[in-house]
Nanobody, 114 residues
Framework: QVQLVESGGGLVQAGGSLRLSCVAS????????MGWYRQAPGKQRDLVAR???????NYGDSVKGRFTISRDNAKNTVYLQMNSLKPEDTAIYYC????????WGQGTQVTVSS
């Protein structure tokens, strides 16, 4: 059973930056497309960035140009660099495969103050 552990969240002022990390247990990480999702209070969980096994990336319109997803297959880790943060980025951030096929981790809280 794969386990996902997210970290790196926190409280930051608008315009600030954070770098999230997600470590996956198991040995099949490298063949999976991975994504970062977020869920704000009272809203559904949305995919905001994804990266293929080969490193191709895609972003939601709300984060394009501000967030960068990357991965280190040797460390079974996917990252999300978040710059120019806005209050509307406040959410719990999760990683998973692009099909959300693994059990969800606990997520990491990101709070952006205005």
């Amino acid at each position: 059973q794969v386990q996902l552990v997210e970290s790196g969240g926190g409280l930051v002022q608008a315009g600030g930056s954070l770098r999230l990390s997600c470590v996956a247990s198991g040995n099949i990480f490298s063949i999976k497309g991975m994504g970062w999702y977020r869920q704000a209070p009272g809203k559904q969980r949305d995919l905001v960035a994804r990266i293929s096994s080969g490193g191709s990336t895609n972003y939601g319109d709300s984060v394009k140009g501000r967030f960068t997803i990357s991965r280190d297959n040797a460390k079974n880790t996917v990252y999300l660099q978040m710059n120019s943060l806005k209050p509307e980025d406040t959410a719990i951030y999760y990683c998973n495969t692009i099909f959300a096929s693994w059990p969800w981790g606990q997520g990491t809280q990101v709070t952006v103050s205005s």
